[in-house]
């Protein structure tokens, strides 16, 4: 083991073991703003920090769409789609058919009323050419009126048995369900109105008789029923409300549809644009009538806009603007109207349209005690970061 008593050479670079060194001058100055570009470099994150904090605080955004009043166009009858004569985006008139419906059992209920109605109506001629007597037992046949009757019958009992096992397969709905039965108890009703019609113009009978007048009461009956299932299979063929367009079609051929089931989206002719916002909830605070915004389209076109409803709802913000929001996901709902008169030359509208929507910071009270905790936060939360990284 050896032991040196040698000093540690000094810190001063211009002595070397005691001697002092006569360097010479820098022949080249360093700028000083390269000194400066280091620094901004190394500083920017803190510098992009309270910048970003600064302007979120003067201005809040939120994601929004273009959106146009809509009418949704319902089935008024009950049945499958058989035809559908539009498609997505086509262009309608008021009263142009969007679709058609059947329905076997209205269709199959209306031939039979009108072949008993042609067959007593024949009996009613009978009667008044004999002289008010009834008619012979042959001269009404219902054998072809009561076969059908039949065979709709067993065709119905069959589809309720096919339904009620996709049913319990989970691959039918109870509504469903439900309206095969309707249509079975409405064939069996028939078959013993056919019976019951059958016994009574059949039936001789006595010289006092009032068969005449029970035939023409129920030939007024079927007339009046009959009128009411051609206004239901007039029913079946849906038709467009107002002009416009078809934003959405919901159905394609063969849907089981019930009454009031949605057919299509219909956005009408001259319909009026708004906006629907998604302000942040941290910024619910905004969602107020007449809280006054500008909106900024794609294209960097700027319109003035006010809230003009609150539907009092937080919904999924739509995935197309959900980056404007950064993790949150909801946003408060609003819905605003344009301030500024509509020109005649600025640029059509187009529905679903995205757009952001910048409100004006509330400097008032309550604006002003959020704005101070928000800053306070955040400068104890830079203080702590310093603190533990030194």
Same mark, same amino acid.
């Given at each position: 083991?050896?032991?040196?008593?040698?000093? $540690?050479?000094?810190?001063?670079?211009?002595?070397?073991?005691?001697?002092?060194?006569?360097?010479?001058?820098?022949?080249?100055?360093?700028?000083?703003?390269?000194?400066?570009?280091?620094?901004?470099?190394?500083?920017?994150?803190?510098?992009?920090?309270?910048?970003?904090?600064?302007?979120?605080?003067?201005?809040?955004?939120?994601?929004?769409?273009?959106?146009?009043?809509?009418?949704?166009?319902?089935?008024?009858?009950?049945?499958?789609?058989?035809?559908?004569?539009?498609?997505?985006?086509?262009?309608?008139?008021?009263?142009?058919?969007?679709?058609? +419906?059947?329905?076997?059992?209205?269709?199959?209920?209306?031939?039979?009323?009108?072949?008993?109605?042609?067959?007593?109506?024949?009996?009613?001629?009978?009667?008044?050419?004999?002289?008010?007597?009834?008619?012979?037992?042959?001269?009404?046949?219902?054998?072809?009126?009561?076969?059908?009757?039949?065979?709709?019958?067993?065709?119905?009992?069959?589809?309720?048995?096919?339904?009620?096992?996709?049913?319990?397969?989970?691959?039918?709905?109870?509504?469903?369900?439900?309206?095969?039965?309707?249509?079975?108890?409405?064939?069996?009703?028939?078959?013993?109105?056919?019976?019951?019609?059958?016994?009574?113009?059949?039936?001789? $009978?006595?010289?006092?008789?009032?068969?005449?007048?029970?035939?023409?009461?129920?030939? +007024?009956?079927?007339?009046?029923?009959?009128?009411?299932?051609?206004?239901?299979?007039?029913?079946?063929?849906?038709?467009?409300?107002?002009?416009?367009?078809?934003?959405?079609?919901?159905?394609?051929?063969?849907?089981?549809?019930?009454?009031?089931?949605?057919?299509?989206?219909?956005?009408?002719?001259?319909?009026?644009?708004?906006?629907?916002?998604?302000?942040?909830?941290?910024?619910?605070?905004?969602?107020?009538?007449?809280?006054?915004?500008?909106?900024?389209?794609?294209?960097?076109?700027?319109?003035?806009?006010?809230?003009?409803?609150?539907?009092?709802?937080?919904?999924?913000?739509?995935?197309?603007?959900?980056?404007?929001?950064?993790?949150?996901?909801?946003?408060? +709902?609003?819905?605003?109207?344009?301030?500024?008169?509509?020109?005649?030359?600025?640029?059509?509208?187009?529905?679903?349209?995205?757009?952001?929507?910048?409100?004006?910071?509330?400097?008032?009270?309550?604006?002003?005690?959020?704005?101070?905790?928000?800053?306070?936060?955040?400068?104890?939360?830079?203080?702590?970061?310093?603190?533990?990284?030194?």
């Amino acid at each position: 083991m050896k032991v040196r008593f040698v000093k $540690p050479e000094a810190g001063d670079p211009d002595r070397d073991r005691g001697v002092r060194v006569p360097y010479a001058p820098g022949k080249r100055n360093q700028a000083r703003w390269r000194w400066y570009l280091i620094l901004l470099v190394v500083g920017s994150p803190f510098l992009f920090f309270v910048a970003n904090f600064l302007y979120a605080s003067v201005l809040i955004q939120a994601p929004g769409f273009v959106a146009q009043e809509q009418l949704t166009v319902r089935a008024s009858s009950q049945g499958y789609v058989d035809e559908v004569y539009v498609k997505a985006f086509d262009q309608v008139r008021q009263g142009d058919p969007v679709a058609r +419906l059947a329905n076997e059992a209205l269709s199959t209920h209306a031939d039979q009323l009108r072949a008993e109605l042609k067959q007593l109506q024949g009996v009613a001629h009978t009667a008044d050419s004999q002289g008010g007597g009834a008619a012979p037992l042959d001269s009404v046949d219902f054998t072809n009126e009561l076969e059908l009757a039949r065979q709709q019958k067993e065709r119905l009992a069959q589809r309720v048995q096919q339904i009620q096992q996709l049913a319990s397969d989970g691959a039918a709905t109870e509504g469903e369900l439900n309206a095969a039965r309707g249509q079975y108890d409405q064939a069996s009703s028939k078959l013993e109105e056919l019976y019951r019609t059958m016994a009574m113009t059949t039936r001789p $009978p006595p010289r006092n008789s009032s068969s005449g007048l029970a035939v023409q009461t129920r030939i +007024l009956a079927i007339q009046t029923e009959l009128a009411s299932l051609d206004s239901q299979l007039e029913a079946m063929l849906v038709r467009a409300p107002k002009g416009g367009r078809i934003v959405d079609l919901s159905v394609v051929k063969g849907d089981q549809l019930a009454i009031g089931s949605k057919v299509a989206m219909l956005a009408p002719e001259g319909g009026e644009m708004h906006i629907d916002a998604y302000i942040p909830p941290k910024n619910g605070i905004y969602a107020a009538p007449g809280m006054r915004a500008t909106v900024v389209f794609p294209d960097g076109t700027r319109r003035s806009a006010v809230v003009s409803d609150v539907p009092q709802v937080a919904t999924e913000v739509p995935k197309a603007q959900s980056a404007l929001l950064g993790e949150a996901e909801m946003g408060v +709902l609003v819905r605003m109207q344009f301030a500024d008169a509509r020109d005649t030359g600025q640029r059509p509208l187009t529905d679903g349209l995205p757009v952001k929507v910048e409100f004006e910071h509330r400097w008032n009270s309550r604006g002003s005690q959020q704005f101070a905790t928000q800053l306070q936060r955040t400068w104890d939360g830079l203080r702590s970061t310093l603190s533990r990284r030194t």
